[in-house]
């Protein structure tokens, strides 16, 4: 009896125990933590990370702010988790700029060890850069703490957008960049977003990693013309840009379409012959885009089509989406000039909304330009899986992703911007012959889509049944 009261006394530590191992060596190996410091719904790269997860069998947890709505495959499903940290008290934000900095990295450092150390199961915990202050140090301590892997995506490197802003020069800087450099080499795996920046971690940072180039999920398509019309309808209730020439609200006539019948889904629309060319850029609002170049560009296309010059030019309606710091700045500045032949559109769209507005556009614009010159945007890549062409501004290694008069045109400043649209929109919209050979030379491209590649790529980091072999 004393035996078998023993054995009965000592099972619940035991099974306790064999709980513990399993969760951490063996559940946790099929479940995977995604940190982004910033917020989750305008972290694009990551919730495609998180769907793929998902498709592949794991369980998927997310920690970083709310705010923007995330992607649908994300909502309601039983192996998603979305953790979401408290905001800085809006009392302790009113601090000189150097002591509010270090209290909200204090914040940080507790909201974010929290959220991952009461995680159930972590067995991967995988990190967006940037940033990395203080994102590197608390994954660090928490995968050492559970036993996890941490493995980083690289898309470009914090210290040099701190920079930006700063100047490289500053202390602060030269020890962030010490810092990223210092807690990036504690990680068991490393993606990055192009070959350039695989060769300058491996040179100058001693970090080997895979590169992951970003591809079109499958909701980034050419958009049909029906749906076409009706996302235009939906958009003029609240922008004029997107109304008729008598600037009323109305379901069968958009600027740009006109549908047979009662303007429902079921009606067929056709476009109109003398409709305005649809531009479209997306941006974080931040110092890496300079849209004062755009802004030049379009202010000469303005006077060339004031001057009566070139009468083949169409009227423009340039749609630049996103949130961020300079977009007040920007707003303002676009208000400030006369426009008669351009319309402006600074819309915030849902990710139900902006492939649609992608797939429906004639041109797409960008002005992302690398701080560190190691990455590429990833708004072109949503553009190219819509089959729209881009005009990009130049800077070292995007030619991994725009290669200048094949699937698009590359420019260094506002007045070769603004040929760009010249050439491209001449005779517009049936005779623009580059634009329609550009589109043709995306069809590749298109093909290539999000999940396949991080199937070849990414899974074999965190399946252990994969036989991984690095780039």
């Not at 369980?59 to 923007?68: A, K, Q």
């Not at 509010?100 to 959220?115: E, G, R």
Request: hydrophobic share 40%.
């Amino acid at each position: 009896m004393l035996i078998v009261g023993t054995i009965f006394m000592a099972l619940p530590p035991v099974v306790f125990l064999l709980y513990v191992c399993f969760n951490y060596y063996v559940a946790g190996r099929r479940s995977v933590c995604i940190v982004v410091l910033g917020d989750i719904g305008r972290s694009p790269r990551m919730q495609y990370h998180a769907i793929s997860f998902l498709k592949s069998g794991f369980t998927v947890d997310m920690v970083g702010y709310s705010g923007s709505e995330v992607q649908a495959e994300l909502k309601n499903n039983d192996n998603m988790t979305l953790h979401y940290m408290k905001e800085l008290p809006s009392c302790l934000k009113g601090c000189p700029r150097l002591v509010s900095y270090m209290v909200k990295v204090v914040w940080q450092c507790v909201t974010m060890a929290a959220a991952l150390l009461l995680m159930p199961k972590c067995g991967h915990i995988l990190v967006q850069n940037p940033p990395c202050i203080p994102t590197f140090l608390v994954a660090v301590v928490t995968c050492w703490l559970r036993g996890a892997r941490l493995v980083i995506d690289w898309h470009n490197y914090g210290y040099t957008i701190m920079g930006l802003s700063l100047g490289y020069t500053q202390p602060i800087v030269r020890l962030a960049k010490w810092y990223e450099r210092l807690f990036g080499r504690f990680s068991s795996e490393n993606i990055c977003v192009t070959r350039a920046m695989q060769e300058d971690l491996q040179t100058n940072w001693g970090i080997r990693s895979s590169v992951m180039y970003d591809r079109p999920p499958e909701m980034f398509h050419t958009t049909p013309l029906n749906d076409r019309h009706q996302l235009f309808v939906c958009l003029s209730q609240q922008y004029p840009a997107f109304r008729p020439l008598s600037g009323e609200i109305s379901n069968d006539e958009t600027a740009f379409t006109v549908a047979n019948g009662n303007g429902d889904s079921g009606s067929d629309s056709y476009y109109i012959q003398t409709r305005p060319a649809l531009l479209v850029s997306s941006t974080s609002w931040t110092e890496d885009e300079d849209f004062g170049v755009l802004l030049s560009a379009l202010e000469d296309y303005e006077a060339t089509l004031s001057d009566g010059q070139s009468p083949d030019l169409p009227k423009l309606v340039c749609v630049i989406t996103g949130k961020g710091p300079l977009k007040e700045f920007y707003r303002e500045a676009i208000e400030s000039r006369s426009w008669k032949h351009i319309a402006f559109c600074l819309p915030w769209l849902t990710p139900e909304d902006y492939p649609l507005l992608l797939g429906s556009a004639d041109l797409g614009i960008c002005l992302h330009k690398s701080s560190s010159g190691l990455d590429l945007p990833m708004k072109v890549v949503d553009m190219f899986g819509c089959g729209l062409p881009v005009c990009a501004i130049h800077f070292n290694c995007l030619n991994e992703l725009v290669q200048h008069n094949e699937n698009g045109l590359v420019f260094k400043d506002s007045s070769d911007l603004s040929k760009c649209f010249k050439d491209l929109l001449h005779g517009f919209p049936n005779h623009c012959k580059q634009l329609d050979k550009f589109r043709e030379n995306l069809a590749t491209f298109k093909s290539s889509r999000w999940h396949e590649n991080w199937s070849r790529t990414v899974l074999p980091l965190f399946d252990d049944t994969v036989t991984h072999k690095r780039d």
